[in-house]
């Protein structure tokens, strides 16, 4: 039986954590043998297989950071040696550096765009270890990070992989959110990347939030920050922070359409997800990402980034209009099939 290993922080709530789940999942299907090697013990997604947990978590300080990273590929080293994987597959650039460090072939994955989202040594060590002899892949989660890694950090060996889908249209309702309805959906973390701000600004401007909710799933760091924002704006019985919730799903069936307002991505697994669950999209036109899911006007409309204005017009535009929302809600599944698991965990193997 061939062996698999991904190397991830965690399987807390989040996009490449998503796609850990769904991948090791699909390969345990398969027949693979599968082990997912965690820094910290936070598993909040269902997985495929058997948790190592390594426990040497993620630390704000430099020391510590520079002691966890030789800590973490010693380890990896006596794992590696131990369970003579086929393929290694590491997702997130601390996951990365130490298991490319370690010697052995690797496959490393990159999710978001590095200059967006990573500080001045981490892109020089992207630009450095990601060209070791021992790097098989760099897997880039869209098509526009591949670009920026070919042509700003001279790194050739990639392959774009787009992140995988699970359609389910047999689930049924577990909660009633007929208190919330009409409602405007969003979902992710509460940080400055997803530009939760704006979004509240944008539709306290909009005709629609004289009929309908916004819902915002997630949680982070920036809850208290909205929280006043909501209140300066005298929303409190229109915009809800909901927190975590483990049946997401119940709120795309339900919404009437669905927002994604981040300054940038990676490749957004929330908006591939809204559009499984048949929903009516409006997304920024981010860097990167978006502009591969959504063919505007056809399957959602996508607006120019960070314009507020724009993106206030949009969901007045998109609510109004019971054909545009349907015509989005019948192009939505079709939209994303090539993302079904199947089809991304074979593009896997043949890395």
Known sequence: MKKIIFVAQSLRKGGAERVVSLLSQQFKKMGYDVKIILWANEVEYSYGGEIIDINFPASKSYLIKALRLFQ????????????????????????????ILTGYNVVVSIRNNPNKKHNWYQKKLIKFLYNFSNVAKVVAVSKNIEKILNNQYNIKNTKTILNPIVLDNTYVIQEDLSRFKPFILSVGRLNLQKNFEMLIKSYSKTKAKKEAKLLIVGEGKERNNLELLIDN??????????????????????????VLSSKFEGFPNVLIEALSNSCACISTDCPTGPSEIIKNNENGILVENENQEALSEAIDELYFNK?????????????????????????????
């Open 72 to 99: 973490r590929i010693k380890k990896l080293k006596q794992i590696f040696k131990q369970e003579k994987p086929d393929f290694i597959f590491s997702f997130m650039e601390s996951c990365n550096f130490a298991s």
């Open 233 to 258: 704006l005298k929303l409190n019985d229109k915009v809800f922070l909901l927190g975590q919730k483990d049946n997401i799903k119940d709120y795309y069936l339900q919404c009437d359409i669905y």
């Open 323 to 351: 054909e545009l929302k349907e015509k989005f809600r019948q192009n939505a599944q079709k939209s994303i099939k090539h993302l079904e698991i199947e089809k991304i965990a074979k593009e896997w193997l043949e890395l």
